[in-house]
């Protein structure tokens, strides 16, 4: 059994915002799969979703924690499900990446994201592989990362950014099917 998690903030305000890239994506591959609809699971505090991608069981979700927060919901469905930390893929944005480059890693550091370090806290490990999407338009300016990571995309930019979730699907799918380190030879 796999757990994805996509990583972003809650509410309507935030749904087509740079931080919500792993919503986006995590939104997408439930879709795509046709997965379970969305249901809120109070105890765990993420929404989530099940189903199956290449014969594997998983389960997709949204932790309603906000960002900062999201390792409390991604502890809470690893112990419940009793999924080790390397079956766990957590999806999220990248300041540092260009708009929509994708980088696929595994046991590195949070590189800065609060949301990632607290799942970095909250599991006591670096070892899930991530599945990292550029959020960096071409106009990133002065504006401090705290605020620019809550503007929302552009339609120019939001267009290049879906076609990039349909490869880290593909990514994702490659990834549950042959093994992390196989698709980040493949797709970094």
Known sequence: MKLIVGLGNPGEQYQKTRHNAGFLVIDKIAKNENFSPWKMRKKFNAEISEGTIMTEKVILAKP?????????????????????????????DDLDLP?????????SSS??????QSVIDHLSSQEFPRFRLGIAGDHKDATPAEEYV???FSADEFSQ?????S?????IEFSVSMGVIEAMNEFN
Do not use: C, F, P, W
Request: charged letters at 20%; glycine letters at 8%; hydrophobic letters at 40%.
């Open 64 to 92: 309603q924690t906000y960002m900062n927060n999201s390792g409390s919901a991604v502890r809470a469905l690893s112990d419940y499900y009793k999924i080790g930390v390397k079956d766990i893929i957590v999806i999220h």
């Open 99 to 107: 708009l929509a480059k994708i980088r696929i890693s595994q046991n």
């Open 111 to 116: 590189g800065g994201h609060n949301g990632v």
């Open 150 to 152: 809550l503007k929302n």
């Open 161 to 165: 950014m879906e076609s990039s979730i």
């Open 167 to 171: 490869l880290i699907i593909e990514a």
